[in-house]
């Protein structure tokens, strides 16, 4: 029995097979609805039935962020039963796995190939079953409850998902559709504010496991029950849409919503994340609490952080080493950080101590114009690199690939080739443009940094990305090296005050293999083309008799011209009218 469009449905099985959907609007007929606006949505493993879009918030171009999703959850939630198994000693160690007859019926294999197909397939715990020490999740904001269906049929080791919204129209929605997709013993409903029904669940006992939050826009207003009603070693999955306040479009807006000021740098995707990572750990450190980033992934338009939380004051002490505050140059952009704080080792002890600075002077060293501040930023890791190997080995071998798999597999192949401990990039095209040069290619560019001893990789955030430990002195004279013979014949502050100076380096073009990351050579897609017209975020969620997106769009084009047409039409009224008088 389930809820369709507010009747009740028997779903009835036949010993032949047929069709779900068919028969569900078949009954519709019968109860004399119409059909024409039955709409179904297959996702994963997920079927959605709508009568409009306007009645649920879906959009398809969000199916890389579901898809990920899954997939960490199915590998957290993993990992999540192997500690809750090792303390009641029933999980073996991968010592003893060396020695377990799986290793016998392999012979001549390599050992550590075995070892990771093991774990991989050991992973597989049954989706759709309740068990009783899994993870409790919570997707605060659930609208149509898509996600929770398919975390709920597609990830394993769940105790119980809670698929909760405001908008009463959406959780009757959600039950119709948990319902039909026959999970309706494993999620429950709620018709809740989040904010509240988190707080009710602040007792270490109540505590879940793991916190979904997708908004409409910033995540802020839910971030501080979220902290405060997750487990230790908990998963907080958090996206953020507001793209363009955290891209530095609106400094002020950042900062009264974030605590951060963003610059305009061309890293500004990485800095999004960077803003999002330090405003989760001011919420947790009020708690002595801490997190930890195991991915954050800039996609489309939206970020994504996926972190664990945990307890402890010694390790809140370390966040001041892990946030900066950033200067940026107003001429060439090259960007230099403060940190907070310092961490150093002395007789087996932590000792923190003050930071002197700011380490830059009033003018830039390099074109001598002067800097913007911004900040604070988180600096640590933004991926846990042994995390993203498994994940990546899951997605590979997995029997049912995802429908983003090949996105998947070149976006996580980025975030490992990444440098984890150097914060911030460079754009290629951006730097070329600044000294007036003929942009060198990326594996010249590239190949020149490894030659000089330093290291380099891309960034997942955007193309033509450099992320290098070398030094912007290294970095501009590789350009120095390329305008040799167009020096002093630009007519650019910036440019001349750049290659006017002496070269400090020695460059070397020659090709170095290191140079090449393996995500291109094996031709991964790493940067997804426009997935369809007009992509990008959709409407709030909300029930409305209005027309379709499609209509409305086309009615409001034109809308501002027409508007001022019309206040300009009023104004000349109204000064005859005057001028009557």
């Known amino acids: 029995m389930f809820l369709l469009n507010g009747h009740s449905v028997l779903r009835i099985y036949t010993p032949f097979t047929i069709n779900q959907f068919n028969f569900s609007t078949a009954l519709v007929k019968l109860l004399n609805m119409e059909t024409s606006n039955i709409k179904q949505v297959k996702e994963g493993k997920a079927e959605i039935l709508y009568k409009t879009s306007r009645d649920v918030f879906y959009n398809p171009v969000q199916e890389f962020n579901r898809d990920l999703s899954v997939s960490v959850l199915k590998l957290f939630n993993y990992n999540w039963m192997k500690k809750v198994e090792e303390k009641k000693g029933k999980q073996?160690?991968?010592?003893?796995?060396r020695k377990d007859s799986i290793v016998d019926e392999h012979q001549g294999s390599d050992l550590e190939d075995v070892l990771i197909q093991t774990r991989i397939e050991r992973k597989a715990l049954e989706p759709g079953k309740i068990y009783e020490d899994g993870v409790a999740l919570l997707e605060a904001l659930a609208a149509s409850g898509l996600r929770s269906i398919r975390y709920a049929k597609e990830a394993g080791g769940f105790r119980s998902i809670i698929a909760n919204d405001l908008s009463r129209a959406a959780v009757e929605s959600m039950k119709t559709n948990i319902e039909y997709n026959e999970v309706s013993h494993l999620i429950s409903t709620s018709e809740n504010d989040a904010t509240a029904l988190m707080y009710q669940r602040r007792r270490r006992a109540d505590r879940f496991n793991a916190i979904d939050l997708d908004p409409y826009g910033s995540p802020t207003p839910f971030?501080?029950?979220?902290?405060?009603?997750?487990?230790?070693?908990?998963?907080l999955l958090v996206t953020a849409t507001d793209?363009?306040?955290l891209c530095g479009n609106s400094q002020e807006t950042c900062f009264y919503k974030y605590g951060s000021l963003p610059l305009r740098t061309k890293a500004c995707h990485e800095m999004a994340l960077r803003i999002l990572l330090q405003h989760v750990q001011s919420f947790a450190t009020r708690y002595g609490r801490y997190i930890r980033p195991i991915l954050s992934v800039s996609v489309d338009f939206y970020i994504r952080i996926f972190v664990q939380v945990f307890s402890g004051n010694r390790e809140c002490k370390r966040t001041a080493s892990e946030t900066a505050m950033g200067f940026l140059c107003t001429g060439c952009e090259t960007q230099s950080f403060q940190y907070l704080n310092?961490?150093?080792i002395e007789n087996n002890n932590e000792k923190f101590g003050r930071t002197t600075g700011p380490p830059v002077s009033s003018s830039c060293k390099h074109c001598g114009s002067s800097?913007?501040?911004g900040g604070p930023f988180y600096m640590g890791p933004l991926h846990d690199q042994s995390f993203l190997r498994d994940l990546l080995n899951n997605i590979k071998t997995d029997p049912e690939?995802?429908?983003?798999?090949?996105r998947l597999e070149g976006v996580l192949t980025m975030a490992m080739e990444e440098l984890s401990d150097v914060p911030f990039y460079y754009l290629l095209d951006q730097m070329s443009s600044k000294v007036k040069v003929t942009m060198p290619t990326a594996k010249q560019f590239r190949s020149a940094i490894c030659n000089a001893g330093y290291r380099v990789s891309m960034s997942h955030c955007a193309q033509n990305s450099i992320k290098?430990?070398?030094p912007p002195s290294f970095l501009w004279d590789i350009f120095r090296e390329l305008a040799k013979d167009i020096r002093n014949k630009i007519p650019n502050n910036v440019a001349d005050a750049i290659l006017s100076k002496p070269m400090e380096h020695t460059i070397d073009f020659t090709e170095n293999k290191l140079a090449i990351p393996e995500s291109q050579l094996k031709k991964l897609v790493r940067f997804q083309e426009n997935p369809e017209r007009n992509w990008g975020p959709k409407h709030r969620a909300k029930i409305s008799l209005q027309a379709s997106e499609e209509e409305k769009r086309i009615r409001n084009q034109g809308k501002k011209k027409r508007k001022m047409t019309n206040d300009s039409d009023a104004t000349v009224v109204d000064d005859s009218e005057n001028m009557k008088d």
């Open 342 to 344: 310092t961490v150093s």
């Open 243 to 245: 793209m363009a306040v």
């Open 401 to 406: 690939p995802l429908g983003t798999v090949k």
């Open 92 to 97: 073996k160690s991968e010592e003893n796995l």
């Open 223 to 235: 971030l501080d029950a979220a902290i405060q009603s997750i487990s230790d070693g908990g998963l």
């Open 468 to 470: 290098t430990d070398a």
């Open 371 to 373: 800097h913007h501040i």
